[in-house]
């Protein structure tokens, strides 16, 4: 589906355009109907998404503000059915996410100026301006990794990343590895650990070595990539992921780590 992007000039003015990766004649106009559309079902998205981020910071005051509100706005996107749209599903999901870190940063509803800049929108954006980020890919805007960890239930995505958006970053980045049967693991696994082990895990250097070690496992690329973790049973994955983090536990104990 195309999007509607909404942008600021230099003068402060809001313009919008049209984006598609379609082929088309009129720089992506011919489809603005169904663009609009798209941006006023945003808005209800980023409505329902403040308002989720308020509930759980009142059900989970302990977590991360910033892990809440990546999971919920992913959450919201799945739960809109969005991504689900027939007239979506041959579109990058980069553009929606795109067009959704935009809405955030300005504040700015489909009926502007009819109504009032939102800016209670920008407590959900990341502070880095959307346009800076609009070549990368799918997992490194903010609603795509809100996405992608909503996977797992907020309880589960917490046990599995320490409630650090820097730890689910550091996995989702890798293609061979960011599956849901990994995640699923790492959770069980973490959930058995000494707390003093998990503390110990969840550090950011740490998880990050076992993020390598997981990657070594399963190469994104090159020999030894067309063995994929999500072809293994559970219960035989987990026992695999479990004698790597063993073996980085045992790496990062050792004096010569200390």
């Not at 489809?31 to 759980?56: F, H, I, M, W």
């Amino acid at each position: 589906m195309p999007v509607k992007l909404w942008q600021q000039d230099k003068s402060g003015n809001f313009f919008s355009r049209i984006v598609t990766q379609w082929d088309n004649s009129l720089g992506g106009e011919e489809y603005r109907e169904q663009a609009e559309e798209l941006d006023q079902r945003l808005d209800e998205v980023l409505d329902d998404s403040l308002k989720l981020v308020k509930d759980l910071k009142d059900q989970c005051p302990d977590v991360s503000p910033k892990f809440l509100r990546t999971w919920s706005v992913g959450r919201v996107v799945r739960d809109s059915g969005i991504l689900q749209l027939p007239a979506l599903e041959t579109e990058r999901r980069q553009l929606l996410w795109r067009a959704m870190s935009w809405k955030c940063w300005l504040g700015i509803k489909h009926d502007y100026p009819e109504s009032e800049l939102c800016q209670e929108w920008q407590s959900l954006r990341s502070n880095l301006e959307p346009e800076v980020r609009n070549q990368q890919s799918d997992v490194k805007y903010l609603f795509g990794m809100g996405y992608w960890l909503q996977q797992q239930e907020l309880e589960d995505a917490i046990s599995t990343f320490g409630q650090s958006v820097g730890h689910a970053n550091a996995l989702s980045y890798r293609a061979s590895i960011r599956v849901l049967p990994v995640r699923t693991a790492l959770r069980h696994l973490f959930e058995q650990l000494t707390e003093a082990d998990r503390s110990v895990i969840y550090k950011g250097k740490n998880f990050k070595s076992l993020v390598k070690a997981l990657r070594k496992r399963w190469p994104d690329r090159g020999p030894g990539s067309a063995d994929r973790p999500e072809h293994y049973p559970p219960e035989l994955l987990e026992e695999e992921i479990r004698l790597i983090l063993e073996s980085v536990l045992v790496d990062i104990k050792s004096p010569k780590a200390s």
